[in-house]
């Protein structure tokens, strides 16, 4: 399951800060937040700062060569410095947060483990799960030769559309005789927030579900448009409910669950649906987030069409998955894909064309066309 | 003006149908759907009625007239041009002007035809 972890390993400066952030950050994200609620804004200000210096100080030191366990068991000692600096009951508060990630710290040394890694191949089982469970065939090759690259950036990037998540992915196509691909994680470990860590299930589903298992696999297959509504608007779309359905431990797969921190689940959240709220707003400046905008809503009105036909309404969302993954999988080329959102968003529009696609739908649910067939019925 | 367009939208899109089932589709409420069935009687015909199980009325149950499919598209695209709609879901466009992700959909489908003119077409 693109299980090749040595991809996956930044260079020991790099990896010391990510780790540092991601662990630290896992408590001390839910954490700070109660200390402020109980009014020690400035003690949990300082153990945040603290956190991000020391994990900054790691980056700059490309030659130091303790280990990443020396550098975790450092880390607890500067933040219990920190907070032993606090005054009186600020104090107590924070040495009772910097104790828990103390724990966490040790548990860790005891067992390490690479949350980066379990994150990504999580989000590929549940990617996996999803397609399998709703019945399209993926050649087991994409599954198994994609490859994750971890790579980071010393100073600052962002979303394209989001540009305080600060983070980059992307999936590229191996050429090869067996499809598979690479999909690239690039961080900022001097800006991994607790944003962006809440963001990374979002824009891994993104590529797991709509890029990687994209058909058809003869020959070179080819990578979707930045504009292509299907790719990026509907299919994203999709991995958006995949991503609340883990939230809410819903759906066939709960490997993703199981690999969530559980008192980030509103933070994780608010951050898929900002994500997806700003891939889908118009600027003046990004001239594909109107076929992303317009791709998401042809999905999600079809969505909502399958909750109202007297067929579909008991199975609403096995449906829009079968269609969708079946669609994205297919032999249909990049071209047709697009065509079928746009015919799709004018059928639910226009009411002159409402039984054009109902009638089409109906015929692939009684198994009178084949999915690939569909998208043809559209086009009368 | 925007009910009955959903509605009839929705009696196009079932084929078949009880109130209730135009209702759920269009979003149009019960009353108002039955209404509409009244005074666009020319376009349907009555099948019978429902068993539902349990006592009392039993919902009827409407066709849409096999003459009638083409004149009620007709009359769908007329109210269109009119400028009326969506019919599902959405919120409703200044009277007059379509809908800009009908704008979107339609300039996609005129500008990718040339592209691919086979909807067939394979990658």
Redesign the interface.
Known sequence: MGGNDASLRLPSHAEKAVMGRLLGLEVLSPQISWLESEGYRDAAARLRERLFWSTNEALDQLDECDSLNDFLLRLVKDLEAEAANLPGDARRAAIIVVQEFGDLVANFVAAPYDPLSRLINAVARTAMDYYQAYGTAVPPTVWHCTIPVTTFLGGKTGLSFLSDIHLQARTEFVIGETPSARVYIKLCPRWLDAETIAALPRALLHEYIAHVPQG?YLGTR?HPDADD?FAEGWMDYIAHNVHQSALERYGPSEVLADCLILPWTSLYDATAERFFRARRELRDCDPTA?ARC?GA??AR?LH??LR???ET?GSADDYLYRLSFGINAS??????R??F???V??C?????R??I???ALREWLTGGIRLEDL??RL?V | MLERYKTLGAMLALGEFTVADLAVLSGVGEPTVRTILRRDAEYIEQLGSEPTGRPGGQPVRWRLRSDARERLRGQLGELERLGIGPWLGESHSPAGTLPPGLVAAEDVLLRLVPAAPDFEERA
Do not use: F, K, N
């Not at chain 1, 032999?331 to 047709?336: D, E, F, K, P, R």
């Not at chain 1, 639910?348 to 002159?352: E, I, K, V």
């Open positions: 058809p080819t509504a109107a317009e809503a042809a009105q909502d069409l109202r036909l007297p309404r032999s249909l080329g990049s071209l047709a697009r065509r959102a746009a015919e968003r004018r639910l529009l226009r009411a002159s409402s039984d696609l109902v009638t998208p043809a086009s």
